[in-house]
């Protein structure tokens, strides 16, 4: 804001979020974590939790 103009505030602007930035919640521990790839028994690929190691798919 300045004299010539009073009004100012904070403005909400939405951006694009890259993918790179997104963080996945666990299920079972409720905690934010990136998530880590795993082979499991069967041959399937799976996102696993890195802190508990529950699988997210």
Known sequence: PSRSLPQG????IETPLNA???MLVCNKCKKVTR????VLDN????RVCKKCGEVLD
Do not use: D
């Not at 505030?9 to 909400?12: D, E, P």
């Not at 041959?43 to 799976?46: D, F, H, Q, S, T």
């Open 9 to 12: 505030g904070i403005l909400q």
């Open 35 to 38: 998530g880590a790839t795993k």
């Open 43 to 46: 041959g399937i690929k799976a």
């Open 20 to 22: 790179s930035n997104v």
